[in-house]
Structures are given as structure tokens and as C-alpha cells.
């Protein structure tokens, strides 16, 4: 990667097509548009499926990655890429009647702020393969995640308030459940007092704020299939228990219809375009480590709705955002991929061998040889376990050297999975089409892989054979060990019917086991269990392994520190 650019100087330096322009390319009109300035916008679901499919047979492709590490795989970077490139295929391809050509669109989750100005920076991509305006997605956006932040929070002061005005369901304050949510990271207010102070302020009691991307309402958001199913799981929500254990609901607050009306706008996708003027949705975004790690469903059906080709990321490694994404999101909403890439680097795979992280950019093909486990570990879960058809993505650095490529390729192909050099990076889609053209390759070799899709576990299943089935055919555990906590918890779920649901596994991104110093692909562990809470809105049972926490907290030097804006109002440091 020779260019000496930043990946905010390129986002700058591009030229915006309007956003009409770019409805255009799907078949919508400014009259299907709710603009957002020049070059955002929202789409009225309602609108696209009034409209004819642009296919009956609309292809979904899932990117999915290794395990993260500090080097980076580049994941939504290669998304965009291979979107772009897919665009340009069928662009050169194309000689018949506009409505011949194929089609591609990327549909990908909104960046949290708490991330950007966390350790990451910016999340809209990098170098030539980015969304823009990269600078709004990165930040306010269309508002979405404040409104998500806002629906949660009125539970909250709703509840309180029900406690406070002379609690008539009875809620003992002890068990309340729901937390309140901010979108930043932020240690100081996991665990909290709140309600101190005048007998007019409130009932004291143990409080505190989970991420925006961590709340319920978020998981609610994602997974709902319009504005009347989004109500109703968010009266769903299990927010308290009275002093008789029975369970109170959002819905016994009257709250959901007031939280419905705050996200109605919100539950429009977004619509953008990549670099090269591809029709990108960027719509929700739940983190994969301790939610469900994908887009939301309308997004995906709309994207797929308008387009021959959609492609989606989950977050994390496979182990998480693939995992979720087939467990929980296809199996809620009837989704049906067609097929999987799995992106890894050079540098990420040598950390995966022991490499530390100063020396990943010398070449070392015994530590590579070493971590190519955690990646064949991804492909056997997304073809075994999935039944998916897989290509493999290399997403090329400058260091990496033609040794350490034909290593990895050699290998990969030896276990009969395609694999492709990707320079989307510096090359935009120019540097995804060796990818593209395998992934189109494998689709047409699998026009029966629709039928081949099948999930990982039964959720009629107990809870403890849904989350050891994870964790044993998944992550590779020996087993599983949950606390005396968790266990009672269980209990009590399976005594108030609410036990029948899929399983959403909070743990580290950084290994396959809930450790995070156990690289590569781990033997001889156990899952450790430590909690389990429930979301009966969204429809999952999230299980809390080993120390993660639905609130982040900042590094030493956060992003934010580098990040500034000129008196012109140009934004610096997003990368």
C-alpha cells in the first residue's frame, strides 16, 4: 500500500455523486427520498417493496473475518471493495438495456461513537474502499443511534417514574432490570447510584449505562421487520421484576408506543455511496462482542429488494458476527445466505502465531504457518457447520511478501477453498475484481446452496445445550462451566417459559475462547459462563462469558485526542 494519503484526506478528496444520482442506480426517484443534505438520505421501505424486485433471485453474501487483532483485517474495508468491484464487472459487462445490468449494493452497520473516539477512529472503510460521507457516518449521522439512546432512556425515566408516582405494579427496586444507554465509552457510569439526594428526586437505588449499541432497543431495531413488529417487541422488553418475581413489561409501563414514535424515522435505512458511487445502506449497529453484531434486517431486505447482489458484514471474527448472524439474525427474520467470505491478513494471521506486534511486518512463515489454524477454524464452522460455500479473502499489505501469499493460498486450497489477493485499500474495486470474480465463481458452482444453509443448534434446546453447542462446535471448547449465578438464572427463565429463545454469547472478540491472550485456535479450554440476562423484545438470551461488559471503557489515548475541526468546519483525525 504505497499511498502516503490518510483515509479521511482520500474520503475528502473524492467527488460526491448527489444522492438522487445514486437512488437512481436502484430504481428510486427523489419521490422515495427523505434527504439528508446533498449526499444522505433516507428510504421509505414502504416505497421499495411496493416497487418490483430487481430479481427473483437476489444473491446475499456475508463478509466475515478471522479473529480481530491489533493489526487489523480490514473487514468493512473489503466489503466495500468487493461491492465496487462487483459494479465494475457487470459495468464492462454490460452491452444490453440498462435494466439487464446487475447490480450490487453494501449494506453494513453505523459506527458507534463510542469506538471512534475510543481506539479505532473512524469505521466507514479505508483508503479507496470507503462509504461517504464518511465524516457524517462516523458521527451524527442521521440521527439513529441518538434516538435509539433517547427510546431507551424514556423506558428508564418511565419506570422510575412508575416507582416514584406510588408503584402500582409492585416493582421492587432491588430487581429492576433495565439500564440506561449512552453511545460513548464510558467506565465512570457502569455501576451507579442514582435517585440520591431529596425525597423528590427520585427512589435511591443501584443504577447503571450500558454502550447505545449494547441496549436492547438497539438488538429491538435491528431485527424488526417494520414499524408494527418494532412496537410491539418493544413492549416486549422485560424490564423489572415486582416483589411476587413475576415479570414486568415495557408494555405494563405503556411505554412502547412513545418509543416507537421516537424511532420511526429512525427505522428508514440510510442510503449513501462508496468512493466509486456505489448504493451503500448503513443502517443500526449492534457491537458483535455483546450483541448480535449485524445491520438491520430491513436494511438487508431492502438492499436486497434493489439489487442482484447484497453485501452484508457481521462483526468481529466468524466466531461471533457469522455465528450470530446465521443463529439469530437469519433464523428471527427467514434471511437465507448464498454464500460467505472470510477476510485475513498476513500480519493478522502471524499474530495469531506468536508474533508480537512490532515485528508483523518482517517476514516470518513459520509464525504464519502457525496461525493459519485460527483461520481454517472459520472456514470448517462456515462449511460444516453452515453449510455455506466459502472463498477466501488476503487482504494485502505492503509487507506481506509473495512467500507469505503463496503459503496462505497453497494452504487454503489444499482444504478446497477458493482464495484471492484483495488490494481494494489502494485500489478502490480495481483491487477486489480477482475476489469478485471467485466469489461469482463459487455462487454459480452452488446455485443449490440456498438449500444447503442450516443452522448450528435447535432453540428448543435447554439453554445449556444451546450455549455448549456453541461453544463446542463453534469456538472448539472441551466443555462448558456456568456459575451458581448463571445457573439460578436459568432456572428461573425455564420457569417463566422464556427459555425457548437463540443464544446471543457476550465474550472476547480476540480468541475463539472467552480468553483473550488464547490465539490462534485454542484445545483444551472451557467456556466460562459467568451471567445470563435476557431480551425477550429483540428474542435472544444474551450469556455473559468471562470478563466482558456491555460498557467499554476509553484507552490512555483515545482517538478522540487526535481528532479536531478547523475553522472552516473540516473535520481531521477520523483516520
Known amino acids: 500500500m504505497t499511498t502516503t494519503l490518510s483515509d479521511i484526506d482520500i474520503a475528502q478528496s473524492a467527488t460526491l455523486q448527489s444522492i438522487t444520482t445514486i437512488a437512481e442506480k436502484i430504481g428510486l426517484s427523489a419521490n422515495n427520498l427523505q434527504p439528508y443534505g446533498h449526499y444522505k438520505a433516507k428510504i421509505n421501505p414502504n416505497d421499495v417493496f411496493a416497487k418490483p424486485a430487481k430479481s427473483i433471485n437476489s444473491k446475499l453474501i456475508l463478509v466475515t473475518a478471522i479473529n480481530p487483532t491489533p493489526a487489523g483485517e480490514g473487514k468493512t474495508t473489503v466489503t466495500i471493495?468487493?461491492?465496487?468491484?462487483?459494479?465494475?464487472?457487470?459495468?464492462?459487462?454490460?452491452?444490453?438495456?440498462?435494466?439487464?445490468?446487475?447490480?450490487?449494493?453494501?449494506?453494513?452497520?453505523?459506527?458507534?461513537?463510542?469506538?471512534?473516539?475510543?481506539?479505532?477512529?473512524?469505521?466507514?472503510?479505508?483508503?479507496?474502499?470507503?462509504?461517504?460521507?464518511?465524516?457524517?457516518?462516523?458521527?451524527?449521522?442521521?440521527?439513529?443511534?441518538?434516538a435509539i439512546g433517547a427510546?431507551?432512556?424514556?423506558?428508564?425515566?418511565?419506570?422510575?417514574?412508575?416507582?416514584?408516582?406510588?408503584?402500582?405494579?409492585?416493582?421492587?427496586?432491588?430487581?429492576?432490570?433495565?439500564?440506561?444507554?449512552?453511545?460513548?465509552?464510558?467506565?465512570?457510569?457502569?455501576?451507579?447510584?442514582?435517585?440520591?439526594?431529596?425525597?423528590?428526586?427520585?427512589?435511591?437505588?443501584?443504577?447503571?449505562?450500558?454502550?447505545?449499541?449494547?441496549?436492547?432497543?438497539?438488538?429491538i431495531f435491528c431485527l424488526a421487520a417494520n414499524l408494527a413488529d418494532l412496537k410491539q417487541r418493544l413492549g416486549n422488553i422485560l424490564v423489572a421484576y415486582n416483589y411476587d418475581k413475576q415479570p414486568i413489561y415495557a408494555r405494563d409501563l405503556k411505554a412502547h408506543g412513545a418509543m416507537a414514535a421516537l424511532l420511526?424515522?429512525?427505522?428508514?435505512?440510510?442510503?449513501?455511496?462508496?468512493?466509486?458511487?456505489?448504493p451503500a445502506i448503513v443502517h443500526g449497529g449492534p457491537f458483535a462482542n455483546i450483541a448480535h453484531g449485524c445491520n438491520s434486517v430491513i436494511a438487508t431486505r431492502v438492499a436486497m429488494h434493489l439489487s442482484d447482489y447484497t453485501l452484508t458484514e457481521a462483526g468481529f471474527g466468524?466466531?461471533?458476527?457469522?455465528?450470530?448472524?446465521?443463529?439469530?439474525?437469519?433464523?428471527?427474520?427467514?434471511?437465507?445466505?448464498d454464500a460467505v467470505v472470510i477476510v485475513a491478513t498476513i500480519r493478522a494471521l502471524k499474530y495469531n502465531g506468536g508474533v508480537a506486534k512490532d515485528a508483523l511486518t518482517d517476514e516470518n512463515l513459520a509464525a504464519l504457518e502457525q496461525g493459519l489454524p485460527n483461520l481454517f477454524k472459520h472456514i470448517d464452522n462456515m462449511r460444516d457447520v453452515y453449510g455455506?460455500?466459502?472463498?477466501?479473502?488476503?487482504?494485502?499489505?505492503?509487507?506481506?511478501?509473495?512467500?507469505?501469499?503463496?503459503?496462505?493460498?497453497?494452504?487454503?486450497?489444499?482444504?478446497?477453498?477458493?482464495?484471492?489477493?484483495?488490494?481494494?485499500?489502494?485500489?478502490?474495486?480495481?483491487?477486489?475484481?480477482?475476489?469478485?470474480?471467485?466469489?461469482?465463481?463459487?455462487?454459480?458452482?452452488?446455485?443449490?446452496?440456498?438449500?444447503?444453509?442450516?443452522?448450528?443448534?435447535?432453540?428448543?434446546?435447554?439453554?445449556?445445550?444451546?450455549?455448549?453447542?456453541?461453544?463446542?462446535?463453534?469456538?472448539?471448547?472441551?466443555?462448558?462451566?456456568?456459575?451458581?449465578?448463571a445457573q439460578s438464572k436459568i432456572k428461573h427463565l425455564e420457569a417463566l417459559n422464556l427459555d425457548k429463545m437463540p443464544i446471543c454469547i457476550a465474550k472476547t472478540q480476540y480468541s475463539l475462547s472467552d480468553n483473550a491472550k488464547l490465539l490462534g485456535r485454542p484445545t483444551d479450554f472451557n467456556i466460562h459462563v459467568r451471567d445470563i440476562s435476557?431480551?425477550?423484545?429483540?428474542?435472544?438470551?444474551?450469556?455473559?462469558?468471562?470478563?466482558?461488559?456491555?460498557?467499554?471503557?476509553?484507552?490512555?489515548?483515545?482517538?478522540?485526542?487526535?481528532?479536531?475541526?478547523?475553522?472552516?468546519?473540516?473535520?481531521?483525525g477520523l483516520f
Open 534 to 572: 435476557i431480551s425477550t423484545g429483540a428474542g435472544f438470551i444474551i450469556v455473559i462469558c468471562g470478563a466482558i461488559m456491555k460498557m467499554p471503557g476509553l484507552p490512555k489515548h483515545p482517538s478522540a485526542e487526535r481528532i479536531d475541526v478547523d475553522d472552516k468546519g473540516n473535520i481531521t
Open 264 to 278: 420511526k424515522d429512525a427505522l428508514q435505512p440510510n442510503l449513501v455511496q462508496t468512493i466509486e458511487g456505489t
Open 81 to 146: 471493495g468487493l461491492a465496487d468491484a462487483l459494479n465494475r464487472i457487470h459495468q464492462q459487462q454490460h452491452t444490453n438495456a440498462i435494466n439487464a445490468k446487475k447490480v450490487t449494493m453494501v449494506a453494513l452497520r453505523e459506527p458507534s461513537l463510542g469506538p471512534v473516539f475510543g481506539i479505532k477512529g473512524g469505521a466507514a472503510g479505508g483508503g479507496y474502499a470507503q462509504v461517504l460521507p464518511m465524516e457524517d457516518i462516523n458521527l451524527h449521522f442521521t440521527g439513529d443511534f441518538h
Open 318 to 337: 466468524a466466531d461471533l458476527g457469522a455465528q450470530k448472524f446465521f443463529d439469530i439474525k437469519c433464523r428471527l427474520s427467514g434471511l437465507t445466505p
Open 388 to 485: 455455506m460455500p466459502v472463498v477466501v479473502a488476503i487482504n494485502h499489505f505492503i509487507s506481506d511478501t509473495d512467500a507469505e501469499v503463496a503459503l496462505v493460498r497453497k494452504a487454503c486450497l489444499q482444504k478446497g477453498v477458493e482464495v484471492a489477493l484483495t488490494q481494494v485499500w489502494e485500489k478502490g474495486g480495481a483491487g477486489g475484481e480477482a475476489l469478485a470474480h471467485s466469489l461469482l465463481d463459487l455462487l454459480d458452482k452452488n446455485n443449490e446452496s440456498a438449500s444447503q444453509f442450516r443452522l448450528a443448534y435447535n432453540s428448543d434446546n435447554s439453554v445449556e445445550e444451546k450455549i455448549r453447542t456453541i461453544a463446542q462446535r463453534i469456538y472448539g471448547a472441551n466443555d462448558i462451566d456456568i456459575s451458581s449465578l
Open 151 to 219: 427510546a431507551n432512556n424514556l423506558l428508564a425515566a418511565l419506570l422510575d417514574n412508575h416507582i416514584y408516582q406510588g408503584n402500582a405494579l409492585d416493582i421492587d427496586p432491588k430487581q429492576v432490570l433495565w439500564r440506561r444507554a449512552v453511545d460513548m465509552n464510558d467506565r465512570q457510569l457502569r455501576n451507579i447510584i442514582s435517585g440520591i439526594s431529596k425525597k423528590t428526586d427520585g427512589v435511591m437505588r443501584e443504577d447503571g449505562f450500558d454502550i447505545t449499541v449494547a441496549s436492547e432497543v438497539m438488538a
